[in-house]
């Protein structure tokens, strides 16, 4: 997560002082599942055997837009991925763009993969929220990644059996509640985020302190993904950097202490954005994970 370029605007965030408190038994991210998917096909193109469809489909607010990366024909049921990207700009990845060099490689071995689009591919993402409406956001979010299973289990030929969630940064950290909450994964790859949405929406200003703060903290506290991560009973990788400037080693450590076995955890010799031996070493395991 980069926050170089972000320009915060104090009366913008001095209006909103009222963290309402919820309580761990009112967190619900149930949702229709009845709602028609209503996919349809806006573009496509070839990378060699591999095909790229833009789509765009019926999420739970509007429509969302995403890619289907796959290689046809292929025998089915095949292993299905779903990869929700980090925020990143002004780095040209920080949308589902970010993923298609995993898509493709492990469309060649016979996946199919979901790249979807999501609140914070819009570069500006971070400043336009509040800290009164982080809560609420958040789990409309994990309600949308739910739904972008439900577009994902739709397609052609999905094996239900090997259906992995990758997230990075914010991907990650939705993922892991969405994940958690829906029996659906199969596999989860947790990819530098941290262990509290606290720890990242309380950048910016005005800076908050004392009670007000605390009160903030507390408010998403039912969120932590450090609490969401015991939850998950399936084989997990987790992916950190020595170099993180949003994820110290504290945090790392924390996460990687809170999730359940199966477990893989790498460190990597990088900053926030991972490197390519950290991709080499993902597609590797989703393929060991997967292809069992």
């Known amino acids: 997560m980069s926050f170089i370029h972000v320009r915060f605007y104090p009366l913008i965030f001095a209006a909103f002082h009222f963290f309402p408190v919820f309580s761990g038994a009112e967190l619900s991210f149930e949702y229709d599942q009845a709602r028609p998917i209503d996919l349809k096909k806006t573009s496509?193109?070839?990378?060699g055997d591999v095909s790229l469809r833009e789509v765009s489909y019926a999420a739970l607010e509007g429509r969302n837009p995403a890619t289907v990366i796959s290689r046809e024909p292929a025998a089915?049921?095949?292993?299905?991925?779903?990869?929700?990207?980090?925020?990143g700009p002004p780095a040209l990845t920080s949308n589902r763009t970010q993923?298609?060099?995993?898509?493709?490689a492990l469309a060649r071995e016979g996946a199919i993969s979901l790249l979807i689009d999501t609140p914070w591919s819009d570069p500006?993402?971070?400043?336009?929220?509040?800290?009164?409406?982080?809560?609420?956001?958040?789990?409309?979010?994990?309600?949308?990644?739910r739904r972008a299973l439900d577009v994902l289990l739709s397609l052609p030929q999905v094996d239900p059996t090997r259906v992995a969630v990758v997230g990075h940064d914010f991907g990650a950290m939705y993922g892991s509640l969405a994940s958690a909450c829906d029996q659906r994964t199969k596999a989860f790859v947790f990819m530098a985020g941290t262990q509290?949405?606290?720890?990242?929406?309380?950048?910016?200003?005005?800076?908050l302190?004392?009670?007000?703060?605390?009160?903030?903290?507390?408010?998403?506290?039912?969120?932590?993904?450090?609490r969401w991560l015991p939850k998950l009973r399936v084989?997990?990788?987790?992916?950190?950097?020595?170099?993180?400037?949003h994820v110290t080693n504290e945090r790392a450590a924390a996460l990687a202490a809170a999730a359940n076995e199966p477990k893989t955890v790498r460190t990597y010799?990088?900053?926030?954005?991972?490197?390519?031996?950290?991709?080499k070493d993902r597609i590797a395991w989703l393929k060991k994970t997967l292809w069992k």
């Open 44 to 47: 496509a193109r070839q990378d």
């Open 76 to 87: 089915g049921p095949r292993p299905a991925i779903l990869f929700v990207h980090w925020y």
């Open 99 to 104: 993923f298609i060099p995993d898509a493709i």
């Open 124 to 145: 500006d993402y971070f400043q336009g929220r509040t800290r009164a409406g982080d809560y609420a956001r958040s789990v409309q979010e994990v309600k949308e990644l």
């Open 196 to 207: 509290s949405f606290s720890d990242w929406f309380l950048y910016g200003k005005p800076k």
């Open 209 to 226: 302190a004392g009670k007000e703060r605390q009160d903030f903290v507390d408010q998403l506290a039912p969120l932590d993904p450090v």
């Open 235 to 245: 084989p997990i990788l987790l992916q950190f950097a020595d170099h993180d400037e």
């Open 269 to 279: 010799s990088a900053d926030h954005a991972l490197n390519q031996e950290a991709t």
